[in-house]
């Protein structure tokens, strides 16, 4: 993403451009991987040594609200955080804890009145399971 499309996706959400959100959101958007708060505060805190834990904390919970990041909870370990960017599903392993992004499948939303006075924002699949490199450790044994 470039540094033009993270201000003005910033802009457009209603956020300012601070330094560190902006750093928070390049960090994202250059990951290929889904980090946890505390990799992208180290991260951004190697780029620039002023970003505290809790700005980048603070900045992670903006950006999720806002629409920008995905927060992807993983039972047990520390939530995981992704660019939203094309729509994809997780798998996440049972064993490592590793997420990886699955092709998007699209699945009927339920009804509303199924929902009741409840608001719908969005419908993802989680899948659950072992990644590709935990699998064969439990067929070894």
């Not at 904390?57 to 939203?84: H, M, P, S, T, W």
């Not at 699949?125 to 044994?141: D, E, M, Q, V, Y």
Request: aromatic share 6%; net charge positive; proline share 4%.
């Amino acid at each position: 993403m470039a540094v033009a499309a993270i201000k003005q996706s910033l802009e457009n959400s209603g956020l300012r451009c601070t330094p560190q959100r902006y750093a928070v959101m390049a960090f994202l958007a250059a990951s290929h991987r889904h980090p946890t708060a505390v990799e992208i505060f180290e991260a951004v805190n190697r780029v620039d040594p002023r970003s505290s834990r809790a700005t980048t904390y603070n900045n992670l919970r903006d950006l999720v609200q806002a629409g920008l990041v995905r927060e992807v909870a993983v039972e047990g370990r520390a939530a995981r955080f992704d660019i939203k960017g094309l729509r994809h599903h997780h798998f996440i392993c049972d064993h490592c804890g590793n997420v990886e992004d699955i092709e998007w499948y699209n699945i009927p939303r339920p009804a509303a009145r199924a929902l009741g006075k409840r608001v719908l924002r969005e419908c993802e699949l989680i899948f659950r399971g072992r990644c590709t490199k935990c699998a064969p450790r439990k067929a070894s044994r």
